[in-house]
């Protein structure tokens, strides 16, 4: 089994910066792509960010600028640094990743972790 822990989430005012981390853990043989999702209320999910195992990212227009996706692949970890933060980034984020299970397999399974409380607010 693989799990997904992210942490780092909490209550910060407008124009102030916050980390998330996100550690991966369980039956991991090599993990390809990583990414943060984030759901506000009557909103649907969207992709914020993402890195592939090589380094390459790609981001939302809306955080483009402002936040920076990044990975430790010794940790299994992987991180958004999130800065100038809006009230209209007030979500649950949440953590994705393609992982490889096995040596002789090059199966890609996804797994997300349980998402933790951003909340930008004055």
């Known amino acids: 089994q693989v799990q997904l822990v992210e942490s780092g989430g909490g209550l910060v005012q407008p124009g102030r910066s916050l980390r998330l981390s996100c550690a991966a853990s369980?039956?991991?043989?090599?993990?390809?792509?990583m990414s943060w999702y984030r759901q506000a209320p009557g909103n649907q999910r969207e992709l914020v960010a993402r890195?592939?195992?090589?380094?390459?990212?790609n981001y939302a227009d809306s955080v483009k600028g402002r936040f920076t996706i990044s990975r430790d692949n010794a940790k299994n970890t992987v991180y958004l640094q999130m800065n100038s933060l809006k009230p209209e980034d007030t979500a649950v984020y949440i953590c994705?990743?393609?992982?490889?299970?096995?040596?002789?397999?090059?199966?890609?399974?996804?797994?997300w972790g349980q998402g933790t409380q951003v909340t930008v607010s004055s």
């Open positions: 890195i592939t195992s090589g380094g390459s990212t």
């Open positions: 369980g039956s991991i043989f090599s993990i390809n792509a």
């Open positions: 994705n990743a393609g992982v490889r299970t096995r040596a002789w397999s090059t199966n890609e399974f996804r797994y």
